[in-house]
Every structure is written in C-alpha cells, then in structure tokens.
C-alpha cells in the first residue's frame, strides 16, 4: 500500500453497522484494543455506593481537624434549636438523624 489510508463514507457506515450486530462480548474486546491504541478511551466504570464503603473499610474514614464539629443541615436549624440538641445528640450516639426523627422527637417534647 502506497499512502495513508482514508475512510469513506461508505466504509465507516459498513463498520458502524458490523459494531452494532456485534455482541457484548465483542464490543468489549473491539473497545479493549481501540482503548490500548488511544484512538478511543475506554468505558469509565461508575463507583457505586459499596464501592465508598469498601473504601473506607480498607484505608478508614475522611479524618478531621482536632475539634472539628460537623454542623447540622440547615433544614435542623430552621426547626429550632430543640432540633439542633437533638440532631447533635443523636449522632453523638450514632443514631438516625433522619430529619422524620428529628420531627417525631421535637413533636413529642412539645407535647
């Protein structure tokens, strides 16, 4: 072969339509070597929730400043500052701090 070769057209709609009969199996392998070629990167793998819990599991937790206080959503502040000892105490002890308990909880000291 003298030169380059150029796609036609032609030739690339005929590629498109082999890729799309193509199986699972054989997409991954066609991505596997255009991705090692660099004409294409390779399909990003997503983390998923279990991916982070892994994670923490394996290297530990986000480590914090000596002192550091993790502040309430601002949904707890505007319930009031009964909602506020609540939610603080609550996770203090590990325990929900679903804003529904929260609600419960500040329903029933006003009662």
Known sequence: MNGPVVATDEGVARLV???KQATPEQKDMIRDVIGES?????KRRRGSTQDARMFVTRFGDAVH???FEVAPPSNIYDK????VRLWRM?????MSTSQADIDAMV???KE
């Open 90 to 94: 609550r996770r203090e002890d590990h």
């Open 80 to 83: 009031g500052p009964a909602a």
């Open 107 to 109: 329903m029933a000291a």
């Open 17 to 19: 339509g082999i890729l």
């Open 65 to 67: 400043p000596e002192g």
């Open 38 to 42: 660099g004409i294409i990167k390779k």
